[in-house]
Each structure stands twice: as C-alpha cells, then as structure tokens.
C-alpha cells in the first residue's frame, strides 16, 4: 500500500513570492494535517483538514492557507514568503472515523528554502 | 508555558543501558497519547499509544500518569537503532488538536 506521498520534495523561493506544497493520503483515509518543522525545532501544527473542511488551524498568519479536494489530496499555499518560513513541512493523514485515537502517517515532507 | 513539554536531552547512553524519557502536558482536555521516533532528516513514525494501563512492546514501555499528567516511554536493552530524536504526542479531546513535544534526542553508544 502506497504510504503518504508530498511534492515537491524541495522546494526554493526567494521573500514575497508564493509556494504550493502538494500532499496524497494514503488511500481510505479522509484526514489531513500540515506540520512545520523548522531547524531544530518540533512541529508545529498548521492546519487539519476532514472531508474536505478546515477543522482546525494553529497559531500561523492567515497567510498560510490550504485546502482539501474531493479526492482527500491536499495543498498547502504560503504566500508572501518570509525568510522564517524555511523549514520542513510535513504532510500526515489517518482514518477520521477513529475520532481521537487515530495514529498519523507522515510524509517524507517537502524541505522549503526562502532566500 | 508549552502544551507540551519534553526535556530536549541529548541523552547519550552506552548500548545495553536502560533510559526513560518524560513528558508533560498541560491540557486537562487531553485523550491521546502516543510516542513517535524521528530519525535524522526523516519523518516521524509512530511508535507506540499510551494508554492509562500502560503498554509494552519489546523493549518499550509506555506509561500514562493522567493525575500528574505526564506520559513516559522506557527503553531497556538499548540498541545503537534506537538513537533517534523521541517525539511525545497529545491529541485534545474530539481530535481537533495534535500537539507535539519538542522531542528528546536519544544518542546510543558502542
């Protein structure tokens, strides 16, 4: 079974432009959440994304946005792209139905360098 | 201060030693529990739930304190495989939030 897959796999910008990061669950699961892992640092949850709706989102400017599509894939936009914005962003997906108890899989992440 | 908080080590530990990692949280709210590893440059993996009973598997033991709340994971037997950065995760209740600890780095030596 295909595990969660992201791309790009890097992914360079200079500040103020745009970046799309790209996300496929694993097949079945509904659930999509976005971390981001800047050097040295633990993840920071960004956004979590069910049938596609917005569940949750954490302490990050509006200028981090996403959304989910019909087929549970999902994409995350950062706009007007800051230096602190480098960091790994990490794609995790798990089946909904298990409400909290759901174990996340992650993806090998996309590495964001903003220059 | 941090929902949830992880004593960042490094441990370094000789192969063989026995070593306990804790972790604590804040929110009462608070309904799951799990341990991920993260290798260098990797993403995490789970490694194992937390349940208020405890749990093992293998060389792991997991352990809830929800009075206290705190959660620890115990690794005996250490293997050189097992150095790894170790990442304690809360879920809130109803799922809508996942937090994870800033994780403890875990170094085995030959």
């Known amino acids: 079974e295909a595990g969660v897959t992201q791309s790009p796999t890097h992914l360079i910008k200079t500040r103020g432009q745009q970046a799309t990061l790209r996300c496929s669950p694993i097949s079945g699961h509904t659930s999509v959440y976005w971390y981001q892992q800047a050097l040295g640092l633990g993840l920071q949850f960004l956004l979590w994304y069910d049938e596609g709706e917005e569940r949750n989102r954490g302490n990050f400017p509006p200028r981090f946005s996403g959304r989910q599509f019909p087929n549970y894939s999902s994409e995350l936009n950062v706009n007007a792209l800051e230096l602190e914005d480098s960091a790994l962003y990490l794609c995790a997906s798990s089946l909904r139905g298990s409400g909290a108890y759901n174990e996340q899989f992650f993806g090998p992440g996309t590495r964001l360098t903003v220059l | 201060r941090k929902e949830v908080e992880q004593d960042p080590g490094p441990f370094n530990v000789p192969e063989g030693a026995t070593v306990a990692f804790n972790c604590t949280y804040s929110?009462?709210?608070?309904?799951?529990f799990f341990w991920y590893r993260q290798d260098c440059r990797k993403e995490p993996k789970l490694l194992m739930s937390v349940y208020s009973s405890g749990n093992e598997d293998g060389r792991f033991t997991a352990q809830l304190n929800r009075a206290s709340q705190y959660i620890s994971l115990l690794i005996r037997d250490s293997k050189l495989s097992d150095s790894a950065t170790y990442l304690c995760?809360?879920?809130?209740?109803?799922?809508?939030?996942?937090?994870f600890g800033a994780g403890t780095r875990l170094f085995v030596k030959a």
């Open positions: 929110n009462s709210a608070s309904q799951s």
């Open positions: 995760v809360v879920i809130i209740t109803g799922g809508f939030k996942t937090i």
